[in-house]
């Protein structure tokens, strides 16, 4: 059994903002282990060898990856760590980004923009989509701003330009 990748992520972005609410608000910790569990959970998603969340639970042959989906993920990945301060979400968060969605880009501006998703089988997956295009963009800012240089092969000042490349190609197409 197994369900969506999209809702859980969202419901994973939610708890880091309730934990970080109550840690740094009220200073106790309150959803600190229903984060934990669900980025436990999040694993049966995880595909390690393309560093990315599968639409649906992996399974061999699954190539059902949306780069709008791994981009949100970082973002909730990286509010995970922000609540926590648990590297482990800002380390998944960077191999994300470095693995899958930097490689989603299409630099040529013609079209230019993040493709949407992976599975050749669905139609319109190889599109160059805004949502895409706008969620790693903000992803890469929210790496940029919270993952320390250096680290990874990290380059702060790279996921910024990269991230105005992106806003850029929005703009422009």
């Given at each position: 059994?197994?369900?969506?990748?999209?809702?859980?992520?969202?419901?994973?972005?939610?708890?880091?903002?309730?934990?970080?609410?109550?840690?740094?608000?009220?200073?106790?910790?309150?959803?600190?282990?229903?984060?934990?569990?669900?980025?436990?959970?999040?694993?049966?998603?995880?595909?390690?060898?393309?560093?990315a969340y599968n639409a649906w639970v992996t399974f061999p042959g699954n190539d059902d990856k949306y780069y709008d989906d791994n981009a949100l993920a970082i973002v909730a990945l990286v509010d995970c760590y922000v609540a926590t301060l648990d590297m482990v979400y800002l380390d998944r968060a960077w191999e994300i980004m470095s693995g899958f969605v930097y490689g989603g880009w299409d630099p040529s501006g013609d079209p230019g923009g993040v493709r949407w998703g992976t599975d050749p089988s669905k139609p319109g997956t190889s599109h160059k989509t805004v949502s895409a295009t706008a969620f790693a963009a903000l992803a890469a800012?929210?790496?940029?701003?919270?993952?320390?240089?250096?680290?990874?092969?990290?380059?702060?000042?790279?996921?910024?330009?990269?991230?105005?490349?992106?806003?850029?190609?929005?703009?422009?197409?």
């Open positions: 059994l197994g369900y969506v990748f999209w809702p859980s992520i969202v419901a994973l972005h939610a708890l880091a903002a309730g934990e970080w609410h109550w840690r740094f608000v009220r200073d106790v910790s309150m959803d600190r282990a229903q984060i934990e569990a669900v980025f436990a959970g999040l694993e049966r998603y995880f595909d390690p060898p393309r560093h800012f929210r790496l940029a701003e919270h993952h320390p240089t250096g680290r990874n092969g990290f380059d702060r000042a790279f996921n910024i330009e990269w991230g105005y490349s992106a806003l850029d190609w929005i703009w422009t197409k």
